[in-house]
């Protein structure tokens, strides 16, 4: 769903990424081809396991927080996101005023002290979900995940994939093979 990117200083870049964006306009200018990584989202933790905690939810929201976690977990993916109550990263639902669905927003540097909120509206996917508003809620909370495992939205693919909005919600709660290969891709 919607992610704020992590903006460390609002309106300038990091040297990395101005470094990044020279390079490719080098590449452009020169003729060269690189490759694409469109399907990368920079807001993500820094390794493949990390811990969560649940702030402010009942029993039926950390339930599905735990699927998500479980989901990524046994999706062959090399995922491990724990949930500590100690955890600096937050999982939360409420009631919005707001389009989204969900939201990730990160924050600090990714290979310093990365950490990140998610907040899953509840009342836009009651509006929206009808009837299957469990199963919303779980591909919601998984979708969300795959943020902090470095997956951005609407990938460039035609394959299946967890993380593009126009999934059908009621089916797709689970990371598909491809999500599974590009957080394979993007760890190594």
């Known amino acids: ?24 306009a080098v590449a452009v200018t020169l003729g060269m081809t690189t490759s694409a990584q469109a399907d990368y989202y ?6 493949r396991s990390f811990n969560v905690k649940a702030v402010g939810i009942n029993d039926t929201w950390v339930g599905f927080l735990d699927t998500g976690r479980k989901n990524w977990k046994n999706s062959g993916a090399g ?14 639902a409420g009631r919005y005023n707001e389009s989204w669905l969900g939201l ?15 907040k899953i509206n509840a009342k ?5 979900s009808g ?3 469990t199963e919303w809620c779980r591909s919601t909370a998984t979708h969300e995940l795959g943020h902090a495992l470095s997956l951005d939205d609407n990938p460039g693919t035609s394959k299946a994939s967890l993380m593009k909005h126009s999934r059908n919600r009621a089916t797709i709660q689970k990371p598909q093979s491809y ?10």
């Open 1 to 24: 769903m919607a992610r704020i990117s992590p903006g460390f200083i609002p309106g300038r870049r990091t040297a990395a990424r101005a470094a990044a964006c020279g390079s490719i």
């Open 179 to 188: 999500d599974v290969a590009e957080v394979k891709r993007i760890y190594g």
């Open 42 to 47: 920079d807001g993500g933790m820094p390794g």
């Open 124 to 128: 836009k996917i009651e509006a929206k």
């Open 79 to 92: 995922a491990n996101i724990g949930r500590k109550s100690s955890a600096k990263a937050t999982f939360t």
């Open 104 to 118: 990730y927003s990160p924050s600090g540097f990714r290979s310093i002290n990365r950490v990140f909120k998610i």
């Open 131 to 133: 009837s299957k508003m």
